[in-house]
């Protein structure tokens, strides 16, 4: 079992940077691929990126690929996605979820996930 909780989230100006951060429990949070979502209002959630759970292995969605970059820290049982170049666009919740899977974009592969996080970005 493993309990997730985000943090970070806020309000930036377009062109800003935000860092979020989820804090896990369980003592094998190293065997856990981690993704982050995000859902806007009325729309459907959406992967943003993954790590595996060593963090040899990253992958991104298209739409943040080259502004966002997710890494992790294993002693200190957190991941952590650093936002650059927000846009309006990446105003949503954002959720990071655990699996004991490979890495994967689909949410359906996700066993356990946090309660989520605002971010939102003004023009």
């Known amino acids: 079992q493993v309990q997730l909780a985000e943090s970070g989230g806020g309000l930036v100006q377009a062109g800003g940077s935000l860092r979020l951060s989820c804090a896990a429990s369980?003592?094998?949070?190293?065997?856990?691929?981690v993704g982050w979502f995000r859902q806007a209002p009325g729309k459907e959630r959406d992967f943003a990126a993954a790590?595996?759970?060593?963090?040899?292995?990253?992958y991104y969605a298209d739409s943040v690929k080259g502004r966002f970059t997710i890494s992790r820290d294993n002693a200190k049982n957190t991941v952590y996605l650093q936002m650059n170049s927000l846009n309006p666009e990446d105003t949503a919740v954002y959720y990071c979820?655990?699996?004991?899977?490979?890495?994967?974009?689909?949410?359906?592969?996700?066993?356990?996930w946090g309660q989520g996080t605002q971010v939102t970005v003004s023009s």
């Open positions: 790590i595996s759970g060593s963090g040899g292995i990253e």
């Open positions: 369980g003592r094998t949070f190293s065997s856990y691929t």
């Open positions: 979820a655990a699996a004991m899977r490979g890495i994967a974009p689909m949410s359906g592969r996700y066993d356990y």
